[in-house]
Nanobody, 120 residues
Framework: QVQLVESGGGLVQAGGSLRLSCAAS????????MGWYRQAPGKQRELVAV???????NYADSVKGRFTISRDNAKNTVYLQMNSLKSEDTAVYYC??????????????WGQGTQVTVSS
């Protein structure tokens, strides 16, 4: 069973920065894309950013130019650098990792979530 351990959330003033980290435990499965999602109170979980194992990235329009996703494949770790934070970025942030067994069988794993609160 893969475990994802997140860290780095907290309280920050608007305009500030935070860096989230998420480490996936080792697995016999192949690690694919890793990403960050968030869920604000009363809203659905949404994609924030995703990075595949070649380094290609995709961002939600709302965070483009402010957030940067990166990964360290040797450590099975993904990072999210969040700059110029806004109050609307307040949410619980969840790490996601996709593993594959066999040729195409996909397994999705989620972190426990870390709270990010941006005060205005």
């Amino acid at each position: 069973q893969v475990q994802l351990v997140e860290s780095g959330g907290g309280l920050v003033q608007a305009g500030g920065s935070l860096r989230l980290s998420c480490a996936a435990s080792r697995s016999d499965f192949r690690l694919g894309a890793m990403g960050w999602y968030r869920q604000a109170p009363g809203k659905q979980r949404e994609l924030v950013a995703v990075i595949n194992n070649s380094g290609s990235t995709n961002y939600a329009d709302s965070v483009k130019g402010r957030f940067t996703i990166s990964r360290d494949n040797a450590k099975n770790t993904v990072y999210l650098q969040m700059n110029s934070l806004k109050s609307e970025d307040t949410a619980v942030y969840y790490c996601n990792a996709v593993f594959y067994s066999g040729l195409t069988t996909r397994h999705d794993y989620w972190g426990q979530g870390t709270q990010v609160t941006v005060s205005s």
